[in-house]
């Protein structure tokens, strides 16, 4: 067995605990320990150091997101700054080698706790908690695979990209602040507490500033998107028909391996297949884990929000392409202008 099929191997056992663990104990939003599991296991190998780490990142962000809720909720404009400047660094710190399991926590930290907290204090209260205990699920499961099956890292390779094509670390994060801070700012105007599913998986999408600005890379977000959402609606279809645990289990398992097989496959597309996954993850198990008559229903409404996040980030990126190209070309016309006026003026002289 070669390195990648131990990777692919790992992540599909470590998936498939954390989502069995999960629906079995059933804590609050418990759904979420498998996506997290998937962000850290498709990501270089963890030893005790670093899970401890990033187990104090959910710790300290979550408390940080929860002082927001108490201090700087009731005043908008103070708020909405707050938001963009953290955004913005936690973008930053991203794109320059933070781990995506730090950025998405932190991102949920200071976003959806505050705003949760609008309608209610004690509701950040229980999502901190719901955060952490997940968080810390998660970091446990994925410290035990790692140790168990550990594999070599991949050698670096440099892929030379083309000139003035590829953006700074602090364009890129100034691009992805960009895109979410009026997603953000509408939930936080109007309290939009329902809906807040789109927003989180919004700003996950909006990492991928390198590929979905341009149109190839747009395309291939909506088609990943769309690919996870048919996924999704396949698993949660098979559940329903055969609600028996151990079909459920194999079922995660070759899902798993499906989105695994792309997710280490080395392309530029991967972290794509990434997110597709977790639209899965996130779609099935929160269905699953539901005790209400209308399951279906609410699946239905979760699948039309992760397509509504999907499309919000490529057309926000598209429209800040079209103006960025815009804005290009008014300033390259003012010099060739400039030039023309000093070619006329010579040859009149």
């Given at each position: 067995m070669n390195n ?7 992540f599909?056992?470590?998936i498939?605990t954390g ?6 104990i059933n804590?609050q939003?418990s759904?979420l320990?498998p996506i997290?599991?998937s ?10 150091k670093?899970?401890?780490?990033f ?14 809720s108490m201090?700087?909720v009731?005043?908008?404009?103070v ?6 400047v953290?955004l ?7 794109n320059r080698?933070?781990?995506?399991f730090a950025v ?8 959806v706790?505050?705003l949760?907290g ?10 901190v ?5 997940s968080g ?5 499961i994925?410290?035990?695979?790692f140790?168990?099956m550990p ?12 000139e003035n094509t ?9 691009i992805?602040t960009?895109v ?5 700012a509408?939930?936080y105007?109007?309290s939009v ?5 789109v927003?989180v998986f ?9 590929l ?5 890379g747009?395309?291939v977000?909506?088609?990943a ?8 609606v ?5 559940l329903?028909?055969?609600?028996w645990?151990p079909f459920?289990v194999?079922?995660i398992a070759?899902t798993?391996?499906?989105?695994a097989?792309?997710?280490f496959s080395?392309?530029?597309t991967?972290?794509l ?10 779609l099935?198990g929160s ?8 399951a279906?229903?609410k ?5 039309t929000?992760i397509f509504?996040?999907g499309?919000?980030?490529v ?9 960025s190209n ?10 060739a202008a400039?030039?023309?006026t ?5 040859i009149?002289?």
């Amino acid at each position: 067995m070669n390195n990648r099929e131990r990777k692919i191997l790992r992540f599909v056992l470590a998936i498939t605990t954390g989502f069995t663990l999960s629906q079995l104990i059933n804590w609050q939003l418990s759904y979420l320990t498998p996506i997290l599991l998937s962000i850290l296991m498709g990501g270089p190998n963890i030893d005790f150091k670093t899970g401890m780490s990033f187990f104090a990142v959910i710790v300290v962000g979550c408390l940080f997101g929860l002082l927001l809720s108490m201090s700087l909720v009731d005043y908008p404009l103070v708020c909405l700054l707050v938001f963009s400047v953290l955004l913005l660094h936690i973008y930053s710190a991203g794109n320059r080698g933070l781990s995506p399991f730090a950025v998405i926590m932190l991102i949920m930290a200071v976003t959806v706790i505050p705003l949760i907290g609008i309608a209610s204090i004690n509701l950040s209260w229980l999502l901190v908690e719901a955060l952490t205990i997940s968080g810390f699920v998660s970091v446990a499961i994925a410290l035990v695979f790692f140790t168990v099956m550990p594999t070599e890292p991949d050698p670096v390779m440099e892929v030379p990209e083309p000139e003035n094509t590829q953006l700074s670390p602090e364009q890129s994060a100034l691009i992805s602040t960009l895109v979410i801070v009026p997603l953000l700012a509408y939930y936080y105007s109007f309290s939009v507490t329902s809906a807040i599913i789109v927003m989180v998986f919004a700003a996950i999408l909006a990492q991928t500033v390198n590929l979905a600005t341009t149109k190839k890379g747009a395309a291939v977000l909506i088609l990943a998107n769309g690919l996870g959402g048919i996924a999704a609606v396949a698993v949660y279809n098979f559940l329903v028909i055969v609600p028996w645990w151990p079909f459920m289990v194999a079922l995660i398992a070759l899902t798993a391996t499906i989105f695994a097989d792309r997710i280490f496959s080395g392309k530029p597309t991967a972290p794509l297949y990434s997110s597709a996954f977790t639209a899965v993850l996130l779609l099935v198990g929160s269905s699953v884990s539901s005790d209400s008559a209308d399951a279906a229903q609410k699946f239905l409404v979760r699948l039309t929000q992760i397509f509504l996040a999907g499309a919000y980030v490529v057309a926000a990126f598209s429209l800040l392409k079209a103006l960025s190209n815009y804005l290009n070309r008014d300033q390259q016309q003012a010099p060739a202008a400039a030039a023309e006026t000093a070619v006329v003026t010579d040859i009149g002289a």
